[in-house]
């Protein structure tokens, strides 16, 4: 296996799981030095909603890849083979619009003055970087859509011939 073929395989899995393994370490740790040490860590429960902001968001796009995200389906669930494709391809459509819509947005708001000053209380950490998951979760959620999409249309290619 390539590795770029095993890095669209494992890429939101592996950083998500990692993501998940720290906050779960942190919030142990942190459990530990409060009610056993009697000294909290300071910065363990910032840095753990940090690396729970970025989990969510790669969770998204992991959710995509897999087509795991929750649907209605009642009305997809009425129409024939064919027309359930071509409602697919009408929903990546509009949930791709949205997303690169939302990673454009979250850019700009990133990019303005006043959150590019900020920093994290506790840590000190700029707080673009906490905002930046949200575009690239997004940016990376319309990759997975667009996979989605391009699996569709060759399906209704492939249904025509």
Not at 96 to 105: A, R
Not at 106 to 132: D, E, H, N, W
Request: charged share 15%; hydrophobic share 60%.
């Amino acid at each position: 296996m390539s590795v770029i073929k095993w890095i669209d395989m494992n890429a939101e899995k592996v950083l998500a799981s990692a993501l998940l393994a720290a906050i779960v370490v942190l919030i142990f740790g942190n459990v530990f030095m409060r009610y056993i040490m009697n000294a909290s860590l300071s910065w363990g429960e910032e840095l753990t909603l940090w690396l729970f902001v970025w989990f969510v968001w790669l969770g998204v796009s992991y959710a995509f890849h897999t087509g795991d995200h929750v649907r209605i389906t009642v009305l997809r669930d009425v129409l024939s083979e064919r027309a359930r494709l071509y409602a697919d391809v009408v929903i990546a459509l509009l949930v791709l619009g949205f997303l690169i819509v939302l990673t454009i947005e979250c850019i700009k708001l990133i990019r303005q003055p006043f959150v590019a000053s900020q920093t994290s209380v506790v840590l000190g950490l700029p707080i673009p970087i906490l905002y930046a998951s949200a575009p690239v979760g997004a940016g990376l959620s319309a990759i997975r859509v667009t996979q989605h999409l391009i699996r569709t249309l060759r399906l209704i290619a492939e249904t025509k011939a």
